[in-house]
């Protein structure tokens, strides 16, 4: 039988790309004590660590995992712990057991101590027979491993959410472009990758073709979304609550490195695909966003050029 929640926050992978944006706002919102920072590494100095309580622990021990909600009175997790899709194609094995083992630990201990759960999911559900603006809802024939792990967690979340009321949440996050944390692994890290070389040597190699069309979206768009999301009454969250698609901006990798040109003079970039390139071509150029607009509002506020603007103020202001 469920026990009852406690009230604080866990949030797992918090030292990842997407963890460090995300516990630093949660902290802002609800005080540096209601959110407990974990992840599998021990990095003293990182700002998730300093700035509030932190448990070195990882999502494939559910006995550890059971402990440190128990312990630390956990009502809600944020699951971001995952390898993502370049990591996941060299080592597929590991893939599946931190992105779907992971997952069950979490949802286990959910079910377990009626927790809330946000887990994401990716565009890398899509496979290349989904239409290139893809739909909510739509055949899901991922070829990377890690696209098939997060259509696996999206399952998941339904099955939990109606086999036992647990109330999981999840967003199909495009490429997510940030300066606070580096990209951990994924194939849409060149969207990251060319900034911090434009400002530091004046030139980046891209590892994806100059027409690569990907959804993207700035990290504070994502940020935002994410809390809308785990915001909103139960009543309105509907069938897509496993991965809601939700647009930002979409553009090729040579528009990108023209926005960046743009402002960073003499800046140059090359392409020279490499075998990110497949896992690239097998996802969407845009997603239909309609369901989470109409159930939870979802509106982006990052075009390409406020995206840009952004990523080069805050690199130019985080090195001075
Ligand atoms: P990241 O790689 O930057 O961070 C993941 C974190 O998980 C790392 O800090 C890592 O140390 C930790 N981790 C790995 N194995 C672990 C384990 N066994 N136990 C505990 N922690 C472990 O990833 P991210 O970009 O922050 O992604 C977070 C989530 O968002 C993932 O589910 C990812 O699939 C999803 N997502 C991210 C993007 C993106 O562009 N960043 C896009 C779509 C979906
Ligand atoms: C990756 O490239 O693996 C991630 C994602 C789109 O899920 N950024």
């Given at each position: 039988m469920a026990d009852t929640p406690g009230s604080r926050i866990l949030v797992t992978g918090a030292l990842g790309q997407i963890g460090t944006e995300l516990t630093e706002t949660l902290r802002e919102r609800y005080g540096a004590d209601a959110v407990v920072a974990s992840d599998v590494r021990d990095l003293p100095d990182h700002p998730c660590v300093v700035g509030g309580p932190y448990r070195n622990l990882s999502v494939i021990d559910a006995d550890a995992f059971d402990r440190v909600v128990v312990e630390e009175g956990i009502g809600t997790v944020y699951h971001l712990a995952a390898i993502l899709s370049a990591t996941g194609e060299k080592k597929p094995e590991l893939c599946e057991r931190i992105n779907v083992g992971g997952t069950v630990t979490v949802l286990e201990a959910a079910r377990k101590h009626s927790l809330r759960v946000y887990a994401p999911s990716s565009i890398?559900?899509?496979?290349?027979?989904?239409?290139?603006?893809?739909?909510?809802?739509c055949t899901l024939n991922p070829t990377t491993t890690y696209g098939k792990t997060k259509v696996t967690g999206e399952r998941l979340a339904m099955n939990y959410w109606k086999q036992y009321g647990v109330d999981v949440r999840g967003i199909r996050y495009p490429g997510l472009v940030s300066y606070k944390a580096p990209a951990g692994g994924g194939t849409t890290d060149y969207a990251v990758d060319i900034f911090h070389h434009a400002l530091e040597t004046g030139h980046y190699d891209c590892f994806v073709r100059g027409d690569t069309r990907l959804p993207m979206m700035y990290m504070a768009d994502a940020i935002r979304a994410t809390i809308a999301l785990m915001d909103a009454?139960?009543?309105?969250?509907?069938?897509?609550?496993g991965g809601y698609n939700i647009s930002g901006c979409s553009f090729t990798a040579t528009e990108l490195a023209e926005a960046v040109g743009a402002r960073v003079s003499g800046f140059t970039c090359d392409f020279l695909p490499d075998v990110r390139q497949k896992y690239a071509d097998s996802w969407p150029d845009s997603v239909d966003d309609e369901a989470a607009q109409a159930d939870w509002g979802w509106v982006a506020e990052y075009d390409l050029e406020a995206m840009c603007d952004a990523m080069i103020a805050g690199l130019q202001s985080s090195s001075i």
């Open positions: 890398a559900v899509f496979g290349p027979d989904a239409p290139k603006h893809a739909p909510q809802e009454p139960v009543e309105a969250i509907g069938t897509a609550r």
